[in-house]
């Protein structure tokens, strides 16, 4: 009976490892590549080109309820450029099948200072919690199970 336990137990290690990283393995992440014009790649997590994902760029100080300033689509591998017409903080998102990645861009007089990305995706801490709530959900099922046998054969 230990042995068939400890057996599963390790099974359900090595594939739960391998679900949740699969889980997970389609984030998004942006970045600057120019200045002038102000040109941004997409990909995702798994280092492919986010291709013709719709993205949409927001003008300083702009609310929630304004046009865009811009939109369109990124490009087969990805890029997408605009050229701002103020000084401030720009955002530019895109998003494609459920992925988003949003990027804000300072732009000042003397040109593009350095973007701050959002990178969506699981953090590790997030992943090892996900991957022990299976392990012990898939024990508490067996357990279940295996109950139910034994009442059985009363």
Not at 12 to 41: D, N
């Amino acid at each position: 009976m230990y042995r068939f336990t400890y057996l599963l137990l390790v099974c359900l290690l090595g594939i739960s490892g391998i679900t949740v990283e699969t889980a997970f393995a389609h984030g998004v992440t942006a970045s600057t590549i120019i200045s002038e014009p102000v040109s941004v790649h997409f990909e995702y997590a798994g280092g492919d080109p986010m291709s013709y994902a719709s993205v949409l760029v927001f003008a300083p100080n702009a609310k929630k309820t304004d046009a865009e300033f811009q939109n369109g689509r990124t490009d087969a591998k990805g890029n997408f450029a605009f050229i701002p017409d103020k000084t401030g903080t720009w955002s530019i998102s895109a998003e494609d099948m459920g992925h988003r990645a949003e990027l804000r861009i300072p732009v000042t007089k003397a040109g593009v200072a350095q973007p701050s990305s959002t990178e969506s995706g699981a953090s590790k801490p997030l992943r090892i919690i996900l991957g022990l709530s299976l392990i012990l959900n898939l024990l508490c099922a067996a357990l279940f199970v295996k109950c139910r046998k034994v009442r059985g054969q009363r």
